[in-house]
């Protein structure tokens, strides 16, 4: 790709942003005033960096409904700080009710993970992914299409990543404080559009094991 082309590609964002100017200028209904006020969100949207899953699209809300994180795969890693710092934010000053960890069908993160190939910098990342797959090697393993095989690895990792999140000290405490929060574990299907409830949701520590609750 040339200069020319590279120009071309930004002048699109550019005129992509003169489009969405024109419509906030144009709407009548005072929302994004409003918004430039300030956020109230009731959720906290934790999903994955693909291009093809944005949470206000997938979840029908619009600007200003939904606080978002994204990384590859959907990881809770107890030491991210940027995970950290919006989960606080999001937790204690938004004061957000529904925290989603949203993986995807597809997910090229969690296939990489199983594929014993090296790809560079990210395999650190990944091997968060490959922690998730020793602990369910037996089931994943006995899955014969490959295809199955990282489909079956992310809903596991959505799990996985549910149970990290509800063990932060952040959620601990929310739900010390009888704060209403619900953490939820879902798969989007990007063919359908369809975001599947992995029946996954936790709304206090009652059932995460006396090493992990705090008192």
């Known amino acids: 790709m040339g200069n020319k082309e590279l120009e071309l590609g930004f002048q699109k964002i550019l005129d992509g942003n003169k489009d969405w100017c024109e419509f906030v200028k144009n709407d009548t209904t005072g929302r994004f005033q409003q918004l430039a006020k300030g956020q ?19 979840t029908g809300r619009k600007p200003g409904e939904v606080f978002v994180h994204r990384n590859i795969a959907n990881m809770c890693v107890h030491s991210d700080m940027s995970l950290l710092s919006v ?18 069908y597809g997910c090229g993160g ?16 990944l091997a968060h992914i490959k922690d998730v797959y020793r602990l369910h090697a037996q089931e994943i393993d006995a899955i014969g299409d490959h295809e199955a095989k990282v489909n079956r690895l992310i809903e596991l990792n959505v799990q996985e990543q549910v149970f990290n999140l509800c063990t932060t000290s952040i959620v601990q ?5 009888e704060q209403d929060l619900a953490v939820h574990g879902m798969v989007i299907n990007i063919g359908t559009g369809e975001l599947i409830n992995l029946e996954n949701t936790f709304t206090s520590n009652d059932s995460l094991g006396k090493v992990f609750a705090f008192q």
């Open 173 to 177: 405490n929310a739900w010390k404080n």
């Open 87 to 104: 989960l606080d934010y999001a937790v204690n000053v938004l004061k957000v009710k529904h925290i989603i960890v949203a993986g995807h």
């Open 40 to 58: 109230n969100p009731e959720i906290l949207w934790i999903g994955c960096a693909d291009s093809r899953v944005p949470a206000n699209e997938i």
């Open 110 to 125: 969690v296939a990489a993970s199983l594929s014993g190939k090296q790809f560079g910098i990210i395999d650190n990342w």
